[in-house]
């Protein structure tokens, strides 16, 4: 964690201090892009079928991508079809593309794999105007658009923002980038239409009133191997090995807490940035088993490494936030 980053959850008053100028110039900047939206001067564009943003206020992991895998299977028990549009973070890709279980990572991002990974249509792009309309041209019996983050995206119009927070980082100091981990004040949640709070709340206070609140725990999943994930092993059967935690997501300490949780016993734990681009190197040769998210387990794939086992994890969301979406967008079996 960089110096910035540890000064947004442990304040230091020379910092912001140093920050506050560019603070301001972003609030300043943020805020009048908003209002361009808002009054017309900048256009937005509706792709034609209900847009769902997930995203958030806040910068590093949130839990966005369980919470809109869980939506993605919820919505298809009901009949309803959902397709993906994604920002690709970390991809090379410049135009819309579409992500199947062959794409590589570094063409489209981790995020995006992992959620194709639910045979729902996935389509990244930097314009999600253009992905959502790619993503139609190609899917049109789709139902809704799911947008996986995109939030701050206005030229995707949109009819349901949900936010997802972390209940127990919440939001740091409460100021804006770079001074504070904020990307829109947190004003803002006033005007979205639910908030969704992963784990505890501990971290969370003074949040302005919104129209709904879901509540969302990480579950842990079977532990697989990478290589074939048909062989599942229990943490009990690692006893005796030294097995070694690693991520590369927005907050690692929440994939060892949740590994330990299961009754792994770590050896150590190693933390990479956001969206690492893994390569051999990163996998330690001291380990007799290395421990790894679904998320990163997609960009490690090239390795068909012996040693390394996924633990995944699902979104539990109450109450049933997938039926209050086809209750407010009043979708039934296709639309």
């Known amino acids: ?19 506050a100028p560019l603070e301001s110039l972003f609030a300043v900047v943020g805020g ?3 209002a361009a ?44 079809r959902a397709g993906v549009v ?26 995006p794999l992992l959620l194709a990974a639910s045979q729902a249509p996935v389509v990244v792009g930097r314009d999600r ?38 209940g127990r980082r919440g939001t740091g100091n409460g100021r804006l980038l770079p001074n504070g981990p904020l990307r829109e004040p947190l004003s803002r949640l006033a005007t979205v239409d639910a908030l969704v709070i992963n784990g505890p709340s501990e971290g969370l206070s003074g949040l302005p009133d919104c129209a709904e609140r879901f509540a969302m725990r990480l579950a842990a999943g079977e532990c697989y191997l ?22 590369g997501i927005g907050h690692p300490e929440r ?4 590994a330990r949780e299961q009754g792994f016993v770590l050896a150590r734990t190693i933390a990479f940035p956001d969206h690492h681009p893994f390569g051999p190197g990163d996998i330690p040769d001291d380990a007799d088993a290395v421990l790894v998210t679904a998320k990163d387990a997609v960009k490690l794939r090239h390795l068909n490494h012996a040693r390394l086992w996924v633990l995944p994890v699902r979104a539990v969301i109450e109450p049933d936030l997938a039926a209050w979406i086809t209750t407010r967008l009043r979708l039934r079996h296709g639309r």
């Open 226 to 247: 990478a290589a074939d994930p048909s062989i599942c092993r229990g943490a009990a059967s690692f006893a005796g090995q030294k097995v070694v935690a690693l991520a």
């Open 255 to 258: 994939f060892f807490a949740t």
């Open 129 to 166: 105007v253009a992905a959502a309309r790619w993503l139609l041209a190609r899917h049109p019996d789709i139902d809704v658009i799911l947008s996986d983050d995109g939030l701050q995206h206005y030229r995707l119009r949109r009819d349901l923002e949900i936010v997802v927070m972390d």
């Open 32 to 34: 009048l892009r908003r």
């Open 1 to 19: 964690m960089s110096r910035i980053e540890r000064h947004w959850y442990a304040p230091s008053p020379w910092m912001s201090i140093l920050l």
């Open 37 to 80: 939206f808002r009054r017309g001067w900048l256009k937005s564009s509706h792709p034609g079928v209900p847009v769902v943003i997930i995203g958030n206020i806040n910068v590093g992991g949130v839990g966005k991508t369980p919470l809109t895998l869980s939506l993605i299977e919820s919505l298809r028990r009901m009949g309803i």
């Open 86 to 111: 994604s920002r690709g973070y970390g991809g090379a890709h410049r135009e819309p593309t579409e992500v199947t279980a062959q794409t590589p990572a570094s063409l489209v991002g981790d995020e």
